[in-house]
């Protein structure tokens, strides 16, 4: 569904600001504004309970510190068409009795429903959603698609064998799988599948965990993390729902793991890695129990420190 078709199945006509900012830049020696405001649907909409709109390079003259003061305001009314390349927004805004009116004509508009606001740190993997995800990849494990398989040498006589397949285009990518398995002195120990083409390097160490036992770390999802006992063959996988979207996935965009670093003396696991490829991040994390972590909150009350590197 577009942006237009989105505003006009989706009214948001008396709906409560939670937040608006508006800004200016300079690209090229021309000066645009932007205009972010997220709202609250207040119970009118049953599919959606925010809303996020976005107009971006606008080229009209708009009132920037008064609409930055708009937070807790209603929208009034909202119509925008599109006229060749630009859209033109008129838009006016209620705060107690006082009528707001602008016209913003922007080279790029965006709205777009939110179920909820902040990150959800519920795992979906298992879930009917996710699975279905999974199915949908599944048709692609076939010689056709076929683009290659690699070995990775790990400790103590194990190694990684995957082989990957590949549904795309010029243009787009519609499937991706591997089929990967843990191998002891050449022999499969696991196997699993992953649906992740965007890490580039498979880990190539055990984490040599404090209670003797040694845990391997892999990815089944750009998103998340899980880890086996190489020891017990017990596994666990980790996938966040993230952030909303609007695109259909059953997870939105959460930290994008790339490294691991564990300190055996506190339990304590440091992920380099970032969100929407940068910057990039440390997020630090309780590992005192590998196949049942909480990402969020644990009983050393380590929920996940953001510093830059």
């Known amino acids: 569904m577009g942006a237009l078709e989105f505003l006009n199945a989706h009214k948001i006509e008396d709906t409560v600001i939670t937040s608006i900012i508006c800004s200016e830049f300079e690209d090229k020696g021309i000066v645009y504004k932007s205009l972010q405001i997220r709202g609250d649907y207040c119970g009118f909409d049953k599919e959606y309970s925010y809303y996020h709109l976005f107009l971006s390079r606008i080229i009209s003259d708009i009132p920037l510190d008064q609409l930055n003061s708009l937070k807790e305001a209603k929208i009034n009314k909202i119509s925008v068409v599109r006229d060749g390349n630009l859209y033109i927004a008129d838009i006016s805004f209620i705060l107690n009795t006082e009528i707001i009116s602008i016209t913003a004509i922007a080279e790029h508009f965006s709205v777009s429903g939110l179920h909820y606001i902040g990150f959800d740190y519920t795992n979906i993997y298992g879930t009917d959603e996710y699975k279905t995800r999974l199915e949908s990849n599944s048709y692609v494990e076939a010689d056709k698609y076929f683009i290659g398989e690699t070995e990775t040498e790990l400790p103590d006589g194990f190694d990684l064998y995957e082989r990957k397949y590949s549904h795309h285009s010029d ?135 953001r510093s830059r590197w």
């Not at 440091?270 to 590992?287: F, I, Q, R, T």
Request: aromatic share 18%.
């Open 171 to 305: 243009n787009a990518s519609y499937a991706f799988l591997k089929r990967c398995q843990l191998r002891k002195n050449g022999k499969c120990v696991y196997e699993y599948t992953s649906i992740d083409d965007h890490h580039l390097r498979t880990y190539k160490d055990f984490i040599f965990h404090s209670n003797g036992h040694r845990y391997y770390p892999f990815h089944i999802d750009l998103y998340g993390i899980s880890y086996i006992d190489v020891d017990t063959l017990e596994v666990f996988n980790y996938i966040p729902r993230g952030y909303d979207n609007d695109y259909g996935s059953p997870n939105g965009e959460s930290f994008i793991i790339i490294d691991i670093h564990y300190a055996p003396t506190t339990d304590l696991v440091a992920y380099g890695g970032c969100y929407w490829a940068g910057p990039s991040e440390v997020m630090v994390g309780d590992l005192s129990s590998p196949l049942s972590f909480n990402p969020h909150t644990s009983h050393k009350a380590v929920r996940f420190i």
